[in-house]
């Protein structure tokens, strides 16, 4: 079996070219959606994705305000900044580029962002609609994970979803959203025993473990859909997953590639909860819907 690669680029491209459309209505109705974006202290890899996610924004027509903070800020001038945007009735989405700087406490800055205006999904409370299968607001990369399955018609219902990470961002989210969809879900981590022995029963697996072509061949049921997640640098430097990719084309039925799979379907997504935000602000004016 050679897997079908599932291209994140691809898929992102067609899902920018409808949220153009969308934009272009709601300014017709005289909004602009827009997200603030905060990036503090020099992570290169962290520029990159803000880099990409103001070209992805501009592109679609989303105003974009990117706040860049110094490296040594301190957790209540970072949090000033979020409380400022919070009552800025002009913006719809505000989000704190992660990793932050060690003296400050990450998930005190996520909690801090008000639920309606977090596009990334990360606050408890839009964590907890999710685990509730009331989603109000889903975290980007899970999300995206989840378009390729609606895209490629890959069903979940009784499926035995198997992911390798537990991390607030992905593995549990992606967790609670394949629950939601009658998926029978395991997570595993790095104190899971016998862990390939679990991979191998995996229907899909979903590698966000963040080591370097970790999962083989010999992990992978034949014929599993397998998500790559992983973004990491070989010792040449190489950007490469979690999966070993050519040994794991070999026997999966689906495949996402490192570059070009699951990355770019997180940046797709972004745009897509802002402007879904950015529409509920319009359903309120016409006394429709509550943004919170
Ligand atoms: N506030 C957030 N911080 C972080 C998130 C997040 O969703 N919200 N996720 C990651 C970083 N990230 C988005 O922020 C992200 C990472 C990678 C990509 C991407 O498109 N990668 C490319 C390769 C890029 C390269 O060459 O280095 C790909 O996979 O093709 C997009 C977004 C952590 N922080």
Request: aromatic share 4%.
């Amino acid at each position: 079996m050679v897997a079908k690669l599932l291209d994140g680029k691809k898929l992102a491209m067609e899902i920018r070219t409808h949220l153009k459309q969308r934009v272009q209505e709601l300014k017709q109705k005289g909004v602009t959606p827009k997200l603030v974006v905060i990036l503090v202290g020099n992570d290169s890899a962290s520029r990159i994705y803000v880099r990409n996610k103001h070209r992805a924004a501009q592109k679609i027509g989303i105003e974009t305000k990117d706040i860049e903070l110094p490296q040594e800020i301190t957790e209540n001038e970072l949090l000033a900044y979020v409380k400022k945007y919070n009552e800025d009735d002009s913006v719809h989405g505000i989000l704190v580029q992660l990793p932050l700087p060690a003296q400050i406490n990450a998930e005190k800055i996520t909690h801090a962002i008000a639920p309606a205006k977090d596009v990334d999904g990360f606050h408890p409370v839009n964590i907890g609609h999710l685990f509730m299968n009331d989603p109000h607001a889903l975290p980007c990369t899970p999300h995206g994970i989840m378009q390729f399955f609606k895209k490629y018609n890959i069903s979940l219902m009784g499926k035995h979803a198997v992911i390798v990470g537990r991390s607030n961002i992905v593995g549990r989210p992606m967790a609670a959203m394949m629950l939601n969809n009658d998926a029978t879900v395991t997570i595993t981590h790095s104190k899971t025993k016998n862990l390939s022995e679990l991979t191998r029963q995996a229907d899909i697996l979903i590698a966000a473990i963040g080591q370097a072509e970790f999962i083989k061949k010999t992990d992978v049921k034949p014929g599993a859909v397998v998500i790559d997640v992983g973004m990491n640098r070989n010792d040449k430097g190489k950007l490469v997953g979690d999966v070993d990719q050519k040994e794991v084309a070999e026997v999966a039925s689906y495949l996402t590639p490192v570059p070009g799979g699951v990355g770019p379907m997180t940046i797709a997504m972004l745009m897509e909860q802002t402007v879904k935000f950015a529409e509920r602000g319009v359903q309120n004016v016409d006394g429709e819907v509550s943004n919170g």
